[in-house]
């Protein structure tokens, strides 16, 4: 699983609420999904499937 933790809703650097994105091949259970994101400690978490080209799948 790879993640980065972005600046969400802002388009300056080092502002905005941080957000946990993880992009995963398979959706992880909702129990996991849970466990994954208390482990960052942040207020938004997302998990992002790729579908192909440009186009994705979330669940958050």
Do not use: R
Not at 37 to 52: C, D, H, M
């Amino acid at each position: 699983m790879k993640v980065w933790v972005v600046d969400a809703f802002t388009d300056k650097p080092y502002s905005g609420n941080p957000a946990a994105v993880t992009i995963v091949d398979e959706f992880p259970s909702d129990d996991e999904c849970q466990k994954i994101a208390a482990e960052f400690n942040l207020s938004e978490t997302v998990f992002i499937k790729p579908l192909g080209g440009q186009e994705f799948h979330h669940n958050f």
